[in-house]
């Protein structure tokens, strides 16, 4: 806001995380197995997130928001990864394989 | 550019909606749900910044704390069938 290098920086973090979050919304969608679909929504809310509220914070300025957005950016980068690896762990544990090799097939049904 | 970044987010919340509808398992839909969430904390950020009150990041602040809280819980009890011990037949504690 004070400075054009601040807003320019802010506009491009900004369009990054929506690129982001546009990927991992599509990846949510498209894949074809839970674990892959894991794969896409934890990396893209984790990197997505950070990008966003990055830029946000350049938009800000040195203000009080600044500091309740680092905040939130603290606590999304600590949770979305626990999140992310809870429910990997959880649906392993409950006997939920992966489909895996060239053709996606799933490990126990060849046996 | 903020209405940009909040059409991406919703639009990506449109796609989440549609695979906790679709999806095939009950952890399918609790990762579009916790994915959804964190969108929603971005969506409330992001919109106020839009509207050019940003007042509502401590909303955002609370919803990210309850919708990891809710992930953990229902996880919990997805995978042990209660909340209150930790009685599994696997070895390794999560």
Redesign the interface.
């Known amino acids: 806001m004070d400075f054009p290098v601040a807003t320019a920086l ?2 491009f973090f ?2 990054a ?3 982001f ?2 990927a ?3 990846g ?2 498209r894949l074809p197995d ?1 674990f892959s ?2 794969h896409a ?1 934890g990396i893209t ?1 984790t990197m ?2 950070w990008l ?2 990055v ?2 914070m350049f ?2 300025g040195w203000t009080l ?1 600044t500091a ?2 680092l ?2 950016l603290l ?2 980068v600590i ?2 990864p ?2 992310s690896h ?2 990997a ?3 392993y ?2 006997g ?1 394989k992966p489909m895996i090799g060239r053709e996606l097939i799933r490990e126990d049904d060849d046996d | 550019m903020f209405g940009a970044a909040t059409a991406a987010l919703l639009v990506c919340m449109a796609m989440t909606l549609i695979r906790s509808i679709l999806g095939p398992t009950v952890f399918d839909r609790v990762l579009a749900v916790n994915s959804f969430g964190t969108k929603t904390v971005l969506l409330i950020a992001v919109y106020g910044f839009l509207s050019g009150r940003p007042d509502f990041l401590d909303l955002a602040l609370v919803y990210a704390l309850m919708n990891f809280i809710g992930t953990i819980a229902v996880m919990k009890f997805a995978r042990f069938g209660d909340l209150a011990g930790m009685e599994d037949d696997s070895e390794e504690i999560l």
């Open positions: 802010g506009w900004l369009s995380g929506s690129a979050v546009l991992g919304g599509i949510i969608l839970f679909r894991i929504a809310d997505g997130a966003i509220v830029g946000l938009s800000a928001v309740k957005l905040m939130l606590f999304l949770t979305s626990l999140a809870a429910l762990k959880a649906a544990v409950r939920l």
